[in-house]
């Protein structure tokens, strides 16, 4: 009976020690951990600071506080009222922008003309530009560990529960970890420790991601063996299926409020998969105790 509660209680402890660990306690917390808003289909009043920038669409939008990024409205009105002002710039499509003189430092300009469209598209160009270089990193990747990225793939496919809720766990441990030795930051030993910290962190999620590329481009090739994939003329192989994976979960991170959470999941999936499996190599973290034979 115990065993079977182990894994939903470690979960559970681990949400709720990353919730501790992340989770804002005051008001001028709150401020600095905003990120963008995303309004779809209903009206909005900004009355506290936005960190980042906020897009609504098919719905108004009254600005009473200040939106330190950009602000783009599709298909509704802007008012501006109180202290409410954009730092960024103003874009807009098929809305009226009433009171704005004055309150945006940027620029005010429809999304039918170039800037508009080059503004809007600007972040979304960003992102693109992160993951192309993902994809390359893991093409490099996958041709020199192509034989420990499928081991690890399979783990994600056959272990998904075992994987998520190890790489939860681990990345609340990070967490904690850099918090600890963040303390130590006055006696000089701190910045070694959070750097090595930092660089098995990273190595960890890109080797992990570069695996849950392949589990999903496997997943939707709908290949289960190896055998399958060399059998076939297209879509064959280990480099193939990271690249699908890539490509399909890179097109969901564009999407907004859903891509950001899809990719957070992935990200998960990757640290604990990456330490499932010991980065494909299947072997055991610590020294495993045998018996000594005569």
Same mark, same amino acid.
Request: proline share 3%.
């Given at each position: 009976?115990?065993?079977?509660?182990?894994?939903?209680?470690?979960?559970?402890?681990?949400?709720?020690t990353?919730?501790?660990?992340?989770?804002?306690?005051?008001?001028?917390?709150?401020?600095?951990?905003?990120?963008?808003l995303?309004?779809?289909?209903?009206?909005?009043?900004?009355?506290?600071p936005?960190?980042?920038?906020?897009?609504?669409?098919?719905?108004?939008?009254?600005?009473?506080?200040?939106i330190?990024?950009?602000?783009?409205?599709?298909?509704?009105?802007?008012?501006?009222?109180?202290?409410?002002?954009?730092?960024?710039?103003?874009?807009?499509?098929?809305?009226?922008?009433t009171?704005?003189?004055?309150?945006?430092?940027?620029?005010?300009?429809?999304?039918?003309?170039?800037?508009?469209?080059?503004?809007?598209?600007?972040?979304?160009? *960003? /992102?693109?530009s #992160?993951?192309? &270089?993902?994809? $390359?990193?893991a093409?490099?990747? +996958?041709?020199?560990?192509? !034989? @420990?990225?499928?081991?690890?793939?399979?783990?994600?496919?056959?272990?998904?529960?075992?994987?998520?809720?190890?790489?939860?766990?681990a990345?609340?441990?990070?967490?904690?970890?850099?918090?600890?030795?963040?303390?130590?930051?006055?006696?000089?030993?701190?910045?070694?420790?959070?750097?090595?910290?930092?660089?098995?962190?990273?190595?960890?999620?890109?080797?992990?991601?570069?695996?849950?590329?392949?589990?999903?481009?496997?997943?939707?090739?709908?290949?289960r063996?190896?055998?399958?994939?060399a059998?076939?003329t297209?879509?064959?192989?280990?480099?193939?299926?990271?690249v699908?994976?890539?490509?399909?979960?890179?097109?969901?991170?564009l999407?907004?409020i859903?891509?950001? *959470? /899809?990719?957070? #999941?992935a990200? &998960?999936?990757? $640290?604990?998969?990456?330490?499932? +499996?010991?980065?494909?190599? !299947? @072997?055991?973290?610590?020294?495993?105790?045998?018996?000594?034979?005569?």
């Amino acid at each position: 009976m115990f065993k079977r509660l182990v894994v939903p209680l470690t979960s559970i402890a681990a949400i709720v020690t990353l919730c501790m660990v992340v989770a804002p306690t005051s008001a001028n917390e709150r401020h600095a951990f905003s990120k963008d808003l995303y309004v779809i289909g209903k009206s909005a009043t900004i009355n506290k600071p936005v960190a980042g920038s906020v897009q609504v669409y098919r719905g108004n939008v009254t600005v009473a506080n200040v939106i330190a990024g950009d602000l783009l409205v599709l298909g509704g009105a802007v008012v501006f009222t109180g202290a409410g002002r954009v730092e960024g710039n103003l874009i807009y499509a098929a809305s009226k922008v009433t009171n704005a003189d004055n309150r945006v430092r940027g620029h005010v300009y429809p999304l039918a003309s170039v800037e508009g469209a080059t503004a809007s598209m600007t972040k979304n160009a *960003i /992102v693109a530009s #992160l993951l192309l &270089v993902w994809l $390359i990193t893991a093409i490099v990747v +996958t041709l020199m560990s192509g !034989r @420990e990225i499928r081991l690890s793939s399979i783990e994600v496919r056959a272990s998904g529960l075992h994987c998520f809720v190890l790489g939860l766990v681990a990345f609340t441990s990070f967490v904690l970890t850099a918090i600890a030795f963040s303390y130590l930051i006055p006696y000089v030993i701190g910045v070694p420790l959070l750097a090595a910290l930092a660089v098995f962190a990273i190595l960890t999620k890109v080797y992990g991601m570069i695996a849950v590329f392949h589990a999903a481009g496997t997943i939707v090739a709908g290949s289960r063996s190896r055998q399958q994939l060399a059998s076939r003329t297209w879509l064959r192989g280990d480099l193939a299926m990271v690249v699908i994976g890539a490509l399909i979960l890179g097109a969901i991170r564009l999407i907004p409020i859903i891509g950001p *959470i /899809v990719w957070g #999941l992935a990200s &998960v999936f990757a $640290i604990g998969t990456a330490l499932a +499996t010991k980065f494909g190599r !299947r @072997e055991p973290w610590f020294l495993a105790w045998r018996p000594s034979e005569a």
